[in-house]
C-alpha cells in the first residue's frame, strides 16, 4: 500500500480521535471525584493497588459484590503506568478515568470501522462523529466506571456481527475468535449486558429472517467456550476468595433487584429512554425523528434490518427493567447514529414533514439553550453567585445553534450533524472545565481532605452522618463512619492523635457527650458545602482532643 493510500485510512480516523479529544478532555483532569459510583469504583481500585489483592473487590472494609473486575484491574494498570512516569499518584482521580476515556473513544473507532459495511463509508464517519459528541457519552468519559468501556466492547462485537449477518461466507475463524474474544471481556466489565446484546439481536433476526444462516459463521462450536473461558479464571477466583457471596450479591442483590425496583431513587416508567434521549444523544439526537422513519421503511434491507434488531430489543428490555439511568440505553447508540446517519447521507432519504422539522428543530433549541442555563442558574442555586466563565455557555449555544439551523434551513442535513459534533465542544467545555471545577461547594471531599492535619492516617479520622464515597476516596479507606455525635466523642476518646468530622445535624449531641466525658477538644476547621447526592447542605466542624 502507498503512502498516500495508508493517508487516506489513517486521516478518518485521525479526525474522530481529535474530536474525541476536544470533546472529552475539558474537565477530566479538573473535576473532583464525584458521587456515588465514580468514587466507589475509584478507591475499590485504589484498594486493590495499595494491597496487591486483584481479586476481592473492597469499599473500605465492605466487600463491593456488584459488577465484575475487568474496569478495576484497567484502572490499577493505568494508576501503575501513571505513578511509574511521574505524571500522578493513585490519589488523583483523572488516573481512574483513563479507561473510560480510551473505551470511548475506541467505541467511536469502531463505530466508524464496522459501520463502513452497513452504511458506507462516509456514512460511519458521521456516525462516529455524532455518537462522540452525545452528551451522554462525553459525561461518562467524566465517569470512573465501567460503561465507556463496556460500549467499546459492545460497537466491536456488534461490527463483528455485522459482518457475519451481511457476509456470513467471509467471516473467518480469526473473525469469530474476535468476536467471542470481545465477549468475554465485556462479561469482565459488566457481567451478562454485553453479550446480551447480539444475543437479543440474534434472536430477532432469526425471528424475521425465518433462518439464521449466519450462526455457522459464529462458530458455536467452540465461541462461547473462548468467551467463558476468558471470564471463568476470575469468576472461580472470586468465588472461591468470598465463599459464593459474589454471585449471590452481584446477581441475587444488584442485578435481580434492579428488574424489580428502582435501587438508589433511579426508577423510571417505562418510555424514560424516549423521553430522555433528546438530552442524553444531544446535539445530533433530532435526526433520530426522520431516521426511525426511514428505517422502519427499509426494514427490508440486510443493513438496516441488522441495526434495527440491534437496537429494538435491547432499547425494550432497559425500559422494561426498573432501575432507570440515562447511559444504561449506550449500547444501543453506535445502531442509532448509523441510521441517522444513514438517512442523512443519503440522497433519495425520505423529507421529514413540516411538523417533523419544527419539532426537531425546537428540541435542539431546548437542550442547547437548557444546557447553557444549567451552566449559569446552578452555581447561583448552591454559591449564590455567578460564575464567570458560565456566562460564556450562552454565546456558545447561540453559536452552535445559529450554524445548525442555518445548515438544516438549506436542508445540508450532513452538514448539520457534522456541526452539531463540532461545535458542541466549545459548549461543553463551558460547563466542563469552566463552570463545574469552579463550584466549590459541590466538592466537599478535596477541601476536606486538605483542612485534615498533613500526614494524619485515614484509621485516624472520623466522620459523622457524611458518609460520602467521595469523602473516603480523598482521605483514605480506613476512615471511620460514625453514626452520631456520641460516637464521634468515643472515637476521640479512645485514642490519642485522632480527629473527627462532626456535621451540623449530630454537634450538639457531640458537644454533650465530651462534655460529660470530661474531654478537652480543640477545633482545627470548618468545612461548608452541599451533599448533591442528597440535596442538602452539610457542615463539617473538625475537632481533635486539645493538648
Given at each position: 500500500m502507498n503512502?498516500?493510500a495508508t493517508?487516506a485510512?489513517?486521516?478518518?480516523r485521525l479526525?474522530?480521535v481529535?474530536?474525541c479529544?476536544a470533546?472529552?478532555?475539558?474537565g477530566?483532569?479538573?473535576?473532583p471525584a464525584?458521587d456515588r459510583?465514580?468514587?466507589?469504583f475509584?478507591q475499590?481500585t485504589?484498594q ?8 476481592r473487590?473492597?469499599?473500605g472494609?465492605d466487600?463491593?459484590n ?10 490499577a494498570a ?9 505524571l500522578?499518584?493513585?490519589t ?8 473510560s476515556?480510551l473505551?470511548?473513544i475506541?467505541?467511536?473507532l469502531?463505530?466508524?470501522q464496522?459501520g ?5 463509508r462516509?456514512?460511519?464517519l458521521?456516525?462516529?462523529a ?5 452528551m ?6 467524566h ?24 457476509r456470513?461466507g ?12 470481545v465477549?468475554g ?5 459488566k ?5 446480551m ?7 430477532t433476526l ?7 444462516p449466519w ?9 462461547p ?14 468465588g472461591?476468595?468470598?465463599d459464593?457471596?459474589f454471585?449471590?450479591?452481584a ?5 435481580i433487584?434492579k428488574?424489580?425496583q ?5 426508577w423510571g ?9 433528546f438530552i442524553?444523544a444531544?446535539p ?7 431516521a426511525a422513519r426511514q428505517a422502519?421503511?427499509?426494514?427490508s434491507l440486510?443493513a438496516t434490518?441488522?441495526?434495527i ?28 447514529m448509523l ?6 447521507m443519503?440522497?433519495l432519504?425520505l423529507p421529514p414533514?413540516r411538523w417533523?422539522l ?8 431546548l437542550?442547547a439553550?437548557?444546557?447553557a442555563a444549567?451552566?449559569l442558574v ?6 449564590g453567585?455567578v460564575v464567570?466563565?458560565?456566562l460564556?455557555?450562552f454565546?456558545a449555544a447561540?453559536?452552535l445553534?445559529?450554524l445548525?439551523w ?5 436542508g445540508?442535513?450532513p452538514r448539520?450533524?457534522a456541526l452539531s ?9 463551558t460547563?466542563?472545565e ?9 466538592w466537599?471531599?478535596?477541601?476536606l ?14 466522620i ?16 471511620r463512619?460514625?453514626p452520631?455525635?456520641?460516637?464521634a466523642?468515643a ?5 490519642p492523635?485522632?480527629v473527627v468530622?462532626v456535621?451540623?445535624r449530630?454537634?450538639?449531641?457531640f458537644q454533650?457527650?465530651t462534655?460529660?466525658?470530661g474531654l ?8 461548608y458545602?452541599?451533599n ?5 447542605p452539610v457542615t463539617?466542624h ?5 493538648p
Amino acid at each position: 500500500m502507498n503512502a498516500p493510500a495508508t493517508w487516506a485510512e489513517a486521516r478518518p480516523r485521525l479526525a474522530l480521535v481529535l474530536l474525541c479529544l476536544a470533546l472529552f478532555l475539558p474537565g477530566f483532569f479538573t473535576i473532583p471525584a464525584s458521587d456515588r459510583d465514580e468514587s466507589r469504583f475509584a478507591q475499590a481500585t485504589r484498594q486493590m493497588v495499595d494491597s496487591g489483592d486483584y481479586v476481592r473487590i473492597r469499599v473500605g472494609e465492605d466487600d463491593r459484590n456488584k459488577k465484575p473486575v475487568g474496569i478495576h484491574w484497567a484502572q490499577a494498570a493505568v494508576v501503575h503506568a501513571v505513578e511509574a512516569a511521574g505524571l500522578g499518584a493513585r490519589t488523583d482521580i483523572w488516573p481512574y478515568r483513563v479507561p473510560s476515556l480510551l473505551g470511548a473513544i475506541l467505541a467511536v473507532l469502531a463505530t466508524f470501522q464496522f459501520g463502513r459495511n452497513l452504511v458506507g463509508r462516509r456514512a460511519a464517519l458521521l456516525a462516529g462523529a455524532m455518537l462522540a459528541g452525545c452528551m451522554v457519552l462525553v459525561v461518562e468519559t467524566h465517569i470512573a466506571k465501567t460503561d465507556a468501556a463496556l460500549l467499546a466492547t459492545v460497537a466491536a462485537a456488534m461490527g463483528l456481527f455485522g459482518a457475519a449477518y451481511l457476509r456470513p461466507g467471509a467471516f473467518t475463524a480469526r473473525h469469530a475468535a474476535a468476536f467471542w474474544g470481545v465477549l468475554g471481556l465485556s462479561i469482565l466489565l459488566k457481567g451478562p449486558i454485553g453479550p446480551m446484546v447480539p444475543l437479543l439481536t440474534g434472536i430477532t433476526l432469526a425471528i424475521m429472517d425465518r433462518g439464521a444462516p449466519w450462526l455457522r459463521a459464529l462458530r458455536l462450536a467452540w465461541g462461547p467456550a473462548l468467551m467463558l473461558g476468558i471470564a471463568a479464571p476470575w469468576m472461580i477466583a472470586i468465588g472461591i476468595a468470598t465463599d459464593g457471596r459474589f454471585f449471590a450479591d452481584a446477581v441475587g442483590g444488584d442485578m435481580i433487584g434492579k428488574v424489580g425496583q428502582g435501587q438508589e431513587a433511579h426508577w423510571g416508567p417505562p418510555g424514560y429512554y424516549i423521553a430522555t434521549f433528546f438530552i442524553a444523544a444531544f446535539p445530533a439526537a433530532m435526526l433520530a425523528i426522520p431516521a426511525a422513519r426511514q428505517a422502519w421503511a427499509e426494514r427490508s434491507l440486510p443493513a438496516t434490518r441488522f441495526l434495527i434488531a440491534w437496537v429494538v430489543p435491547t432499547w425494550l428490555v432497559f425500559e422494561a427493567v426498573a432501575t432507570k439511568l440515562p447511559h444504561y440505553t449506550l449500547p444501543t447508540y453506535p445502531a442509532i447514529m448509523l441510521l441517522m446517519a444513514h438517512w442523512a447521507m443519503d440522497p433519495l432519504r425520505l423529507p421529514p414533514a413540516r411538523w417533523m422539522l419544527w419539532l426537531m428543530r425546537g428540541l435542539f433549541v431546548l437542550a442547547a439553550v437548557g444546557l447553557a442555563a444549567v451552566a449559569l442558574v446552578v452555581p447561583v442555586a448552591v454559591t449564590g453567585h455567578v460564575v464567570w466563565t458560565a456566562l460564556l455557555a450562552f454565546p456558545a449555544a447561540i453559536l452552535l445553534i445559529w450554524l445548525v439551523w442555518r445548515a438544516v434551513g438549506a436542508g445540508q442535513w450532513p452538514r448539520a450533524a457534522a456541526l452539531s459534533a463540532v461545535f458542541a465542544a466549545p459548549l461543553y467545555a463551558t460547563v466542563l472545565e469552566g463552570t463545574l471545577p469552579r463550584i466549590e461547594p459541590l466538592w466537599v471531599a478535596p477541601r476536606l481532605a486538605a483542612a485534615l492535619p498533613p500526614g494524619l492516617p485515614s484509621e485516624r479520622f472520623g466522620i459523622t452522618w457524611h458518609h460520602e464515597p467521595s469523602v473516603q476516596f480523598a482521605v483514605g479507606g480506613g476512615l471511620r463512619k460514625l453514626p452520631d455525635g456520641a460516637a464521634a466523642a468515643a472515637f476521640l476518646a479512645d485514642a490519642p492523635g485522632r480527629v473527627v468530622a462532626v456535621e451540623g445535624r449530630t454537634l450538639a449531641a457531640f458537644q454533650a457527650d465530651t462534655t460529660r466525658r470530661g474531654l478537652p477538644v480543640q477545633t482545627i476547621g470548618l468545612v461548608y458545602g452541599y451533599n448533591y447526592s442528597r440535596g442538602r447542605p452539610v457542615t463539617l466542624h473538625l475537632y481533635r482532643t486539645a493538648p
